[in-house]
């Protein structure tokens, strides 16, 4: 379909037209002085002006939101680390309240064993801040590209040889392209970002559930934005903002956690984490020890925990 088409047609999501105006005027402005400027060079024209233009924005506004994804990514991997840790007192607790683990008791306890070890379990939800950073942007880009006002009358909006301008087709194997380095990208970052399982013997069956729901949702997820980069809304333009975002990511991933969960790069599953905070404890001592220590703590009254703590 083509683009003029389409724009003129108002989007497939005529809702978000008023809003998109709004949000779309900086988009304008920087995609159309990025496009001004490199049309020029004709080296880059002859790659793709427009395309280079979105990567240049993608990348300007993943630095703007770079304080706020690191921040949520070391507070995870922070949690993520103590929730290893007290793995075994958790499974204890679950093993002590088999039955009962909506009573209030049970929930004290295991708020509790939270506070002890100062982890947060609202946490978690700090992981929606960037993604719904990202709303505003991908609503104002979206209507940037299909109403594309920035772009000067017959303006070439390939890159690399692909026309961004189209959606992905099926009957077109070159549009297949960008969808499935779109879905890739995110199978990676998915990956990267998920938690590494307990050593077996220290997960209960409650924390399986758990694991395995994170795990079908690092491949369920790549499958979604594969199938979205066919849809008639979503043009090339817009997924190849997508990758560039994913690959942004996927670096600032990388100095925090590695490779995660990454197959073949990544820590095999049950591996302890950089320091040995999982593993081995400091002075040396061995993994069974700490997992007995852990266990028995459970089951001392918080009280006694507390005084022991001040000696």
């Not at 209030?104 to 002890?116: C, M, P």
Request: one cysteine or more; charged letters at 10%.
């Amino acid at each position: 379909m083509n683009l003029v088409v389409i724009a003129a047609s108002g989007g497939p999501f005529p809702w978000l037209k008023p809003v998109g105006d709004v949000l779309r005027f900086p988009f304008d402005v920087s995609l159309g002085f990025f496009y001004n400027v490199l049309s020029h060079v004709p080296v880059i024209s002859a790659i793709g002006a427009y395309g280079l233009a979105i990567v240049l924005v993608t990348v300007g506004v993943k630095l703007i939101l770079f304080p706020l994804y690191q921040t949520q990514l070391r507070l995870s991997r922070k949690t993520q680390d103590e929730q290893r840790k007290i793995a075994p007192q958790l499974a204890a607790l679950r093993k002590k309240y088999k039955g009962k683990t909506t009573s209030q008791e049970f929930i004290s306890a295991q708020q509790e064993l939270y506070k002890e070890h100062g982890i947060n379990p609202a946490a978690p939800l700090l992981g929606c801040l960037p993604t719904l950073a990202q709303f505003p942007v991908l609503i104002g880009l979206y209507q940037a590209i299909f109403q594309h006002h920035f772009l000067p009358h017959g303006a070439k909006i390939f890159f690399l040889g692909l026309n961004l301008g189209i959606h992905a087709s099926v009957q077109n194997p070159v549009t297949w392209i960008l969808p499935v380095l779109a879905g890739a990208t995110t199978y990676v970052q998915s990956k990267m970002f998920t938690p590494p399982p307990p050593p077996p013997g220290e997960q209960d069956s409650q924390a399986a559930q758990m694991q395995q729901m994170t795990q079908s949702m690092s491949l369920i997820m790549p499958v979604m934005i594969v199938f979205f980069g066919f849809q008639s809304y979503a043009l090339q333009g817009l997924v190849l903002y997508w990758i560039v975002s994913n690959l942004f990511s996927i670096g600032q991933q990388y100095t925090v956690n590695g490779w995660g969960q990454l197959p073949i790069l990544g820590k095999p599953a049950g591996a302890p984490p950089p320091g040995g905070s999982a593993g081995a404890g400091s002075n040396g001592t061995g993994r069974g020890d700490e997992v007995a220590t852990t266990v028995a703590r459970v089951k001392q009254p918080a009280g006694a925990r507390r005084r022991g703590r001040r000696r």
